[in-house]
């Protein structure tokens, strides 16, 4: 929650929304954990319910309905975080693979030379100084995108994913034009 306010304080010109985000159970057996999800958020103090009925054109056995989230286009949104650094010793580095990270050296080594820095954050996908194993945790995976434009008046209100197999995320973008 803390984020989402953060990005919103940023003042990028990333495309930020308020949305509310859906879990969907479209089978009756999923329904019941996402009961017991709804019920561990509400504890927690979150903005979650479970819900019957979402603003999507089907119905579904359940949800859960974590309001006021944010939306917004990543790419254009880290391109006003890097905007906000002051330099004086912080850069950020493009299209420059890290290789190694010596911690006792506080020495970053890249294919285009060493970069020596008080404080390094690895933010990839797969760790490549993995002391977890999380490779083996791992695996390959592949997913589509499929865009089209939509009457803003018809556009669903909020962001979907199902619980299922395969994998639903439905949601909105503007792109000019309002795409689902």
Do not use: W
């Not at 919103?8 to 089978?27: I, M, S």
């Not at 020495?107 to 996908?125: F, K, P, Q, S, Y």
């Not at 695996?139 to 199902?162: C, E, Q, T, W």
């Amino acid at each position: 929650q803390a984020a989402i306010e953060r990005i919103g304080e940023l003042g990028a010109d990333c495309d930020f929304e308020r949305k509310d985000n859906y879990v969907v159970a479209q089978e009756p057996e999923e329904r019941e954990q996402l009961e017991r999800e709804a019920e561990v958020m509400q504890k927690l103090g979150l903005p979650a319910s479970f819900v019957t009925e979402t603003p999507l054109p089907f119905e579904v056995a359940g949800a859960v309905k974590l309001e006021n989230q944010a939306q917004f286009h990543p790419r254009k949104y880290l391109l006003g975080l890097a905007a906000t650094i002051p330099g004086d010793g912080s850069h950020v580095f493009e299209n420059t693979r890290a290789r190694f990270v010596n911690q006792r050296d506080s020495c970053v080594e890249t294919e285009r030379g060493n970069v020596r820095a008080a404080d390094v954050i690895l933010a990839t996908h797969l760790p490549f100084m993995d002391r977890g194993l999380f490779f083996a945790k791992a695996h390959p995976h592949r997913s589509y995108a499929v865009a089209a434009p939509l009457d803003p008046d018809k556009a669903p209100d909020g962001m979907f994913i199902n619980t299922g197999l395969p994998t639903r995320s439905v949601r909105t973008i503007r792109d000019g034009e309002r795409l689902l």
